[in-house]
């Protein structure tokens, strides 16, 4: 019995905090738009008993998805977030497994304050921190006020509202996403297995590829994840540093939901987007159950 | 844990005391009031200001029609009121609670009675002008002393547009605004629902997007102030805002505003109770404390637009009254065009429109 509801209550979680806004998402998903409130029909009307229930499933279509294929715009735009995500993803494991590195080589006694120096950014609003990159990005910002200063360069860079400056957002506010999972496998590694490769004869570049990087690679997978999958959905980042030509179906389910105020549309973007999510989503748990079979 | 669960229930029990006593929630465009007012308002009337911003009306509309939206007041314009009005998102005003209506200015509310027949769902908060603004100083060095400041072909023409690229172009990100500009600059009627001549403004604004560095509908004030773009399609008082930003910070940016010579959208930003509105009865107060004489002209001299009261402009300050970029004069005011919501279908084609001009695709 109480096994019962020790499953029970991760099922009760799951339903209330993703099913049941699933199905709401779902369901506007295939209605049609209105100019009401709410903008779209059909609602449920519960006191026309039976026949509304029937006349409610009737108007329900697949009309929002068949739109989706139609125009070119919405694949793009999966695919150009995919593309944006990898390439993030790529660059944020390429900034953080030294960092990673250094932080699990460290002196001991100076790990618990490195580790706090990587989660101490997390203290301010993710949005004033991303506001800040404004600040240093701009024509007229600190970065290039700084440059024009050193003479490095004499015209002004322009980074703001470029792909660039949304990669340069994602790498900083993800880092610490890709930096935590893969210092915590370092940091577990046994160092008497380097110790026994160079006592091998082995160089400490081949000792770190045939030891460290296999051992580290649950960590680099789960950062990996940690990135990615927030990342295909991102707004706030594109919105504020991209340009007009940064395209991500976060931004395009912003213009259906609010330029168009149609929601039905909006509702069916969303339902994708989860649907190409739930593939990296669930290779994410097998990796994390996999490490635990190991660990265990 | 247990402390955290303690002060979450003090905080709940708190807010709920807070709803007791009379509030009112406004829910108003940014950069757009002189916030000493706000406090007044409390001081006179006690009740307690709860003040959101926002920049679209889309985000606005889409927050009306979801419901519930808990705002007592907000301020939608003319063509996104009327539609608005018709799906049933706001309560007729009591006119007995507003004895500041007298205040108002009959030109004005005969023009906004197009959206809002009778006035009987709004009155005017501020009105305005949708045109160019202006880096002085960059754009007469890149495009010499007869560059076109005053004409859309500043923008609209590609040969310009791409030299004026480098420092830095701004638009709105507004299809409803920008489209009708495309079509004044074309000679057509701006206010065309006809999904050809909206295909004509497609190409116009197509022709010169890649030169342009944002579609963005607040940006603008901060970016023309501090140098940061030398070019904006904007609403007058915003680029009159960073005009004087500029000055105040004497930082040598010179902006100047000219509503466009092909013709100008002049626009109504209308404030309305929503249906639901918690505190309808503070509303009203706060409504009516808007339409008093004294406080519409503190509103219009901080933030540079005209508004719809006649009795506030004897205290209006000479650079507000005087300037013809905020009080058109008569030649310009017949060079003014208002637009009417388009229909669903047209909608559609509209965004859908926009966004291929914005990202290509």
Known sequence: ?296 | MKKTLLTLTAGVAMSAMAAAAEEVRVYNWSDYIDEDLLTKFTEETGIKLIYDVFDSNDVLETKMLAGKSGYDVVVPSGTFLQRQISAGAFQKLDKSKLPNAANMWDVIEARTSKYDPGNEYSINYMWGTTGIGVNTGQVTEILGEDAPITSLALIFDPANAEKLAACGIHMLDAADEMIPAALAYLGLNPDSHDTKDIAKAEEVLAAVSPHIQKFHSSEYINGLANGDICVAIGWSGDILQARDRAWEAENGVELAYNAPSEGAMMWFDQMAIPVDAPNADAAHTFLNFIMDAGNMAAASNYVYYANGNKASQPMLEEDVIGDPAIYPDEATLGNLYTTTPYPPKVQRVVTRTWTKIKSGI
Do not use: H
């Not at chain 1, 509702?267 to 739930?278: T, Y």
């Open chain 1, 1 to 296: 019995m109480r096994r019962l509801g020790l499953i029970l209550v991760p099922y009760l979680w799951l339903l209330a905090l993703f099913l049941v806004p699933f199905v709401i998402v779902f369901k506007i998903s295939l209605s049609d738009l209105a100019m009401a409130i709410p903008p779209y029909t059909p609602n449920l009307d519960l006191t026309e008993g039976w026949a509304g229930l029937v006349s409610f499933f009737r108007e329900l279509d697949f009309e929002n998805y068949v739109w989706l294929t139609e125009d070119a715009l919405y694949w793009k735009a999966y695919l150009s977030s995919l593309k944006i995500a990898l390439i993030s993803t790529a660059l944020t494991l390429l900034v953080g497994y030294p960092i990673a590195y250094g932080m699990a080589r460290a002196p001991e006694e100076w790990r618990p304050m490195l580790l706090m120096l990587v989660i101490l950014p997390f203290w301010t609003s993710f949005l004033i921190r991303v506001y800040a990159w404004m600040g240093i990005l701009a024509k007229e910002g600190v970065l290039n006020q700084f440059l024009l200063w050193t003479g490095l360069i004499s015209e002004p860079l322009i980074i703001l509202n470029t792909n660039l400056a949304v990669y340069i957002g994602i790498v900083y506010t993800y880092l610490p996403f890709m930096i935590l999972p893969i210092y915590a496998s370092l940091e577990r590694m046994d160092e008497s297995l380097l110790e026994a490769a160079e006592d091998l004869g082995c160089s400490r570049l081949s000792a770190f590829w045939l030891i460290t990087a296999p051992l580290s690679k649950q960590g680099v997978i789960a950062g990996s994840f940690l990135v990615f999958i927030p990342t295909i959905g991102e707004f706030v980042i594109p919105s504020l540093l991209g340009g007009s030509k940064t395209l991500m179906i976060g931004k395009v389910l912003w213009d259906e939901f609010f330029s168009n105020r149609d929601w039905p549309v909006a509702s069916a973007v969303a339902v994708i987007l989860l649907l190409i999510l739930i593939i990296p989503i669930i290779l994410f748990q097998r990796n994390e159950q996999k490490q635990r079979e190991a660990d265990g």
